[in-house]
């Protein structure tokens, strides 16, 4: 029974993707009648089919705990999936290999539904081989789009950061907009699904503020959007626009296309801020924007306490799961109360939240497409509330120092595809 | 000598100039044998002219000291200055009829190199024309590039973001580099002055890190660039870009030059991040970018202790060096030791340091002109220790909320110029 665990991350990772590996890791080690070692693979699924394997045994626990507040993802991440089966069989005899050579038990991938989709792949091809192999997911992304589950580790914290930034900016456009700018634009990411921007309604208590929200569900259309910039405009003075990268033109193609990625076939979206600065400033508004990116999906000095906790949670569900004999199951969370939140952990199998994307819903996008509905601040709050300031050193956080040794390979290398 | 105390922000605002103007209202409410009331003027010199003032009595103890965690202007700030006595002898008529319609006997002016100006300004006309007026001036600006004083309030709080920030994205681009992303790059605020930029090179420790800083000190040098990223990729599998707004080019022109502003005359810099980003992709390197733009000077939730300490300092010592009897001088920021950080206040007179701007100087950057030295580590440490959390509630920052009553109009309304 003390066959080792696999872990492994994957995706863009998140301010609490390494609280996840904490909790998987921690409960692990706790359970020494129950589990060898614990591997991480270096860069998710990649690492696994190149047998890059850190060995954790000698981490100090201190460093193990640290992971908890520490952003990034701590054993690299990528972008990468499995290959069908039937077109790349290769890659699947590689794992089977790989796992028996280190006598992997459980793997546990922590990612988003293209994560989801390849853990599902490898559980597949466990049961139909008939492999004593356990694979679990662990939901991870700031884009909150994964289904079954009320929210996924990642979003919570880049929604409190994104949401403390829109009220701390809103106070320095108020201060200058009498005379000087009075239009500032923020990009946040949200390729197909506009979560992130929704989160920035949360910035203002009351419904009428000089905000408007652009959410890759409401297509463009320019002359509302102008009409609704001149009216917040008149009324306060100033706006805040808050658009998501993924925002579509009428034609339904992104505005912002940078440009083709070589390598997986995504798009790399980015430049609406500066786009739409370009239309506000012909409309005579003194204009500042402002690009996130990667800053919202790493600030954990500004983490929400609810999603660390989830995050943590997560991780140590996913191996009691493994314990019990479960497996082909991703971690859930369940709301049971809006106020005060309540959840609890549960499942769902992989095949469900495989590769779906889970759009805001139209209940939650207020009618005139600009802002967030009364229900979308209840679903909203409870993900952002409490902090978990990590520790500082000399003025900046202090995070997790792993020793990150690789454990020995044991079969020849193997070139990918 | 009960005179009124008349307090005004000017030029762009930060995490912390609402904290001196906390020190200034603390301090001239505890004395009331010296002082009557205290006005604040609504956007700065032009709430004066237009006699645009708060009346601060109604104000509650509560939300003023709040305005110590408050960021923004809570009173509203402007980019505009006095013109010259002999050109606009109508607008010194004006604020004279203003400061003696309020009973104004002393003037705090809370901004950078131009707003000393406008302080100078209005202190030689009070001296030239007998006037019982006494004229302070309060230091302020992220661009810390104020000469006669160790820094400026603003600067380290906005340094302490840019070094937090870049530390935090650092850990997320180490996960997606071995499949992905290999180059970010962040465009910092300093159009003529390098010190934000100069902030990032905090993020890191040791000399050696994959950290490549643009200052507007050094123009830009595409193939030295090239190969300085070429070399940090290679030996470290990526690297952070940081950039100031106000990089020149070859030709000493500005290289990101968005428009020009049709007010004030300035030219509204942004644009080198995706400008810089363009060319790391032309090289190969899949590269994410942002611009901080305003968030680097309103994230008061990662704000520097020292910084507010000083900022809330200065308030305080305007206010008594006003008591002394003392006008035409701007509160200082004096060093005695680096480590551990002392400092003391002092004052110089408003003319040495109205409208000069203080570039980083050479011994700060590093020879190969991408980094900073042992000194300016030396020098910028100290200026971002400690943490000044405001309160949350609901998962949110809570800030001052002010009645900014307007106090009654005495005098004809007036056109500008």
Redesign the interface.
């Known amino acids: 029974m003390s066959h080792n665990v696999l872990y492994a991350?994957s995706g863009?990772?998140t301010?609490v993707i390494n609280a996840s590996a904490c909790g998987v890791i921690e409960t692990v080690r706790r359970h020494p009648e129950h589990f060898g070692q614990v591997f991480a693979a270096?860069?998710?699924i990649?690492g696994i089919l190149r047998e890059e394997l850190f060995d954790l045994s000698p981490e100090y626990p201190g460093q193990i705990a640290a992971l908890r507040h520490?952003?990034?993802?701590?054993?690299?991440?990528?972008?990468?999936d499995l290959g069908e089966l039937q077109t790349h069989p290769e890659q699947y005899q590689r794992l089977l290999d790989v796992f028996a050579a280190h006598d992997i038990g459980t793997f546990i991938y922590n990612g988003g539904g293209g994560s989801m989709l390849t853990a599902a792949k490898v559980a597949r091809f466990a049961r139909l081989n008939h492999l004593d192999l356990r694979v679990i997911g662990i939901p991870k992304t700031i884009d909150n789009d994964l289904p079954q589950t009320d929210t996924s580790p990642g979003f919570g914290s880049a929604a409190?950061y994104i949401?403390?930034?829109v009220?701390?900016?809103?106070?320095?456009?108020?201060?200058?907009s009498?005379?000087?700018t009075k239009v500032?634009i923020m990009e946040v990411m949200g390729r197909h699904a506009g979560w992130l921007a929704a989160a920035a309604g949360?910035?203002f208590n009351q419904e009428d503020s000089p905000l408007l929200l652009m959410f890759p569900e409401r297509p463009f259309a320019q002359q509302n959007f102008i009409g609704a910039l001149q009216e917040r405009i008149a009324r306060h003075g100033w706006c805040i626009v808050v658009v998501a990268e993924g925002l579509l033109c009428a034609d339904l193609s992104f505005c912002a296309q940078a440009?083709q990625?070589a390598?997986?076939g995504h798009e790399?979206l980015?430049?609406m801020?500066?786009q739409l600065a370009e239309l506000t400033?012909k409309l005579g508004y003194?204009t500042?924007?402002?690009?996130?990116?990667?800053?919202q999906?790493?600030?954990?000095?500004?983490a929400?306490k609810v999603d660390v906790e989830q995050a943590y949670a997560c991780g140590v569900s996913a191996v009691s799961l493994a314990m019990s004999g479960r497996t082909d199951l991703m971690v859930t969370i369940a709301r049971t109360s809006d106020e005060p939140y309540l959840w609890a952990l549960g499942s769902v199998p992989l095949d469900e939240v495989a590769d779906v994307e889970l759009p805001v819903p139209a209940a939650f996008i207020r009618f005139d497409g600009f802002g967030i509905t009364p229900a979308a601040r209840r679903y909203l709050?409870p993900l952002?509330?409490?902090?978990d300031?990590p520790p500082?050193r000399?003025?900046?956080?202090v995070?997790a120092d792993l020793k990150l040794q690789m454990a020995e390979k044991r079969l020849p290398d193997w070139d990918l595809l």
Chains 1, 2 share one sequence.
Do not use: N
């Not at 500042?288 to 800053?295: I, M, Q």
């Open positions: 991350q863009g990772v301010a270096r860069d998710g990649l520490t952003p990034g993802g701590a054993f690299g991440s990528c972008r990468a409190k949401a403390t930034s009220r701390e900016v809103s106070l320095d456009l108020a201060a200058m009498g005379t000087s500032f949360l910035a440009q990625s390598t997986f790399q980015g430049g801020a500066p400033r003194k500042h924007w402002a690009v996130s990116d990667y800053f999906r790493s600030a954990r000095h500004i929400s709050l952002i509330q409490g902090e300031i500082f000399d003025g900046l956080p995070f």
